[in-house]
């Protein structure tokens, strides 16, 4: 993890992996994004805070194209988002997502949940995909719950299934949607584990989360939204003792 | 310990609970004279409704069974059973239908033996068997006349024994060949019927043509049913509404009107020089009318899935197609399995309907072939037929159960 410098506007460099420019959303009439701009570096672990219905879900659901954004300017990796549906499942291919629910698929088993992607999407043979599977989790933590079905599990040991079948595809960038909020306190600490040790190893990661001392601990720069907009950007450290917009004081000191 | 509840504070932290493992009493089973108590004389007004239900069962009861053993009779159903079982199929094309028979058991066999289902052995079960297993001799044995016919039902019952074996030894490996078996016993038994000389389907009649109509239909609406449903669903304005328009047209009409028209305007609307067989066009009209049924039991199915797991399947890159086929479906049909069998069931029965288009289904030829040698007393020809459908939709209807119980087992 390098160190976060002053950000240099909405220009791409080779370093650049994600870019936003001026991105607008509306449900309905509701206005979820203002124009968000940013840009992640390759290998920055971004945590991105703020009230619900601030538009943190909804920017990174963007990124991966499960929300369609209604103006502005999304490139991932190079590609741009546009309705062209080759260019979307190439860039979901090279993003991982984990979600509050889990989302596992429950008619399969925890292995051929994770073999599923590699194999349909990228065509891996069905003996190194299972490997890798097996490789992934014991990463996570679980190699004994091959064969049980979600159901089996608890909740954190779902949510790292979760993980392991998204690192499956070998993706570039993992996005977390508030991926603890939906857990049980005491299974919270094994799945903050598994991401922060995700960070150590170089992944670009965005994380939607409260977990402030996960925040403190991994992220390289925290985004802080309010009603559709970054109102407030700055390193974790600054960010948690000296922030400099009254929004996110107020926020602060309401979930401290 | 005081009567004062404890403050929070106060209760003590148990960090290893040494109470001993306590058992709930056991309860004495109960007695037959006490259920009988417990169940039909708890209250004078239960002891009065015990006793007017017991009169009512005891005076039907014996009026049905006077009739079946005594004043029916029976012969006229062991004379026409060639007829009820195939109509006018000509007797020396048998051979045909047997074989179909045999392909079809054995198929059933081993997928009784692959699936394990009805591996279950209680005495109970088996006690029920065994009665079952009497009274279907029993039958056999008034209505079977020479060795052939026996020799015939015996072989059928060693291929299903023998289909129940391999596919016990084959185990899952056999699941691949066993799909693909089915899929061919298709043409094979189409071959079977009409292939080599074979009889035309005008011939095909009695209970054989219920079934030929059942399977066809069932195994036709059910994928259709499926593309229509999700054509309901479709982003696409023309697949959406046609689908649309076919679910609610067909559903809004009864299938007798349906067969009618089949009969009479479908011809006019296909091109020239096509021309279908009645059981074709019966066919189509069934099988139309149980996809659009199928089709909003599947719709049900696709509305029980949450959109999360449409949104996985997304965010892992998978094409629409193959998330339909890999997550959506297979948890939404799983989920339908009651509704579905329900609704082929309904379909078996309705194939008697097609006795309206003059086709010599099992309930044609019931009515009208005793007319010509038992002067025209068809009770006994009816109550049999009816016994055959009973047997068949109660066996789907059984079957049906033991997969929900199979599918649902840890999985969800």
Not at chain 1, 89 to 110: A, D, K, W
Not at chain 2, 199 to 217: C, T
Not at chain 2, 380 to 386: F, P, Q, S, T
Request: charged share 20%; aromatic share 8%.
């Amino acid at each position: 993890m390098s160190e976060p410098e002053a950000r240099g506007g909405a220009l791409e460099t080779a370093d650049d992996i994600i870019v936003a420019q001026d991105v607008k959303k509306w449900f309905g009439r509701f206005q979820a994004l203002r124009g968000v701009s940013t840009t992640i570096r390759r290998g920055e672990v971004v945590v991105v805070i703020g009230p619900s219905g601030s538009g943190k879900s909804t920017l990174i659901r963007c990124i991966n194209r499960l929300e369609r954004h209604d103006a502005g300017m999304i490139a991932v990796d190079g590609i741009e988002l546009t309705d062209d549906i080759r260019d979307i499942h190439r860039i979901r291919s090279e993003i991982g997502m984990v979600f509050q629910s889990f989302n596992l698929f429950p008619h399969l088993t925890v292995q051929q949940n994770i073999t599923l992607a590699p194999r349909n999407v990228r065509g891996v043979p069905k003996a190194t995909a299972d490997e890798k599977a097996r490789e992934l989790l014991e990463r996570v933590g679980i190699p004994e719950q091959a064969a049980k079905y979600p159901a089996q599990l608890s909740g954190g040991q779902q949510q790292r299934v979760a993980i392991a079948r998204a690192l499956a595809m070998e993706p570039k960038i993992m996005l977390f949607d508030e991926p603890t909020s939906a857990l049980d306190p005491e299974m919270i600490k094994e799945v903050l584990d598994v991401m922060a040790e995700l960070a150590g190893t170089g992944m670009t990661m965005i994380v939607v989360t409260h977990e402030i001392g996960f925040a403190k601990a991994v992220a390289d720069r925290v985004l802080f939204f309010d009603e559709g907009s970054i109102v407030e950007e700055s390193p974790p450290d600054r960010f948690f003792t000296e922030p400099q917009n009254e929004r996110s004081q107020r926020f602060l000191s309401q979930i401290l | 310990m005081s009567g004062r509840p404890l403050l929070p504070e106060e209760v003590p932290l148990v960090l290893e609970d040494a109470r001993p493992v306590e058992l709930a009493p056991p309860r004495p089973p109960a007695t037959l004279g006490e259920w009988i108590r417990g169940n039909l004389f708890s209250s004078p007004f239960n002891t009065v409704l015990t006793v007017v239900a017991g009169v009512v069962i005891a005076l039907g009861g014996y009026g049905v069974l006077r009739w079946i053993f005594v004043s029916a009779d029976w012969q006229v159903v062991k004379a026409n059973l060639r007829v009820f079982m195939i109509g006018r199929f000509p007797l020396e094309e048998t051979w045909r239908i047997w074989a179909s028979a045999y392909l079809a058991v054995f198929l059933a066999g081993l997928s009784v033996g692959v699936t394990g289902i009805g591996v279950r052995r209680t005495a109970a079960g088996a006690a029920r068997w065994l009665i079952l297993g009497g009274l279907v001799v029993y039958a056999l044995i008034f209505l079977l006349d020479g060795l052939r016919v026996w020799v015939s039902i015996a072989a059928g019952a060693a291929l299903l024994g023998i289909g129940i074996a391999v596919g016990r030894a084959g185990g899952r490996s056999l699941r691949i060949p066993l799909a693909i078996g089915w899929i061919a016993s298709f043409l094979l038994v189409i071959l079977l019927l009409r292939g080599f000389g074979g009889v035309p389907p005008r011939l095909w009649g009695g209970f054989v043509l219920n079934l030929v109509v059942a399977v066809v239909g069932i195994s036709l609406s059910f994928p259709a049913g499926v593309l229509l449903a999700l054509g309901r669903r479709s982003s696409l304005p023309v697949i959406r509404f046609f689908s649309i328009g076919v679910i609610e047209i067909v559903r809004g009409v009864p299938l007798v009107t349906l067969l009618i028209f089949g009969q009479f305007v479908l011809p006019l609307l296909l091109p020239s020089g096509v021309r279908l067989a009645p059981i074709l066009r019966a066919l189509v009209m069934i099988t139309i009318f149980a996809a659009a049924y199928v089709a909003e039991i599947v719709r049900g199915g696709l509305q029980g899935i949450h959109h999360g797991q449409y949104e996985a399947a997304r965010a892992l890159g998978l094409p629409a197609t193959r998330m339909m086929l890999l997550i959506i479906l297979p948890q939404a049909l799983r989920n339908t399995i009651p509704a579905m069998i329900g609704q082929f069931i309904s379909l078996f029965k309705d194939t008697s309907l097609i006795a309206v288009l003059g086709l010599n289904d099992l309930l044609d030829v019931s009515r009208n072939a005793p007319r010509l040698e038992f002067s025209g007393d068809v009770k006994e020809a009816l109550l049999a037929a009816a016994l055959l459908f009973w047997i068949v939709a109660y066996s789907m209807s059984r079957w049906s159960q033991r997969l929900e119980r199979r599918l649902g087992v840890g999985e969800r």
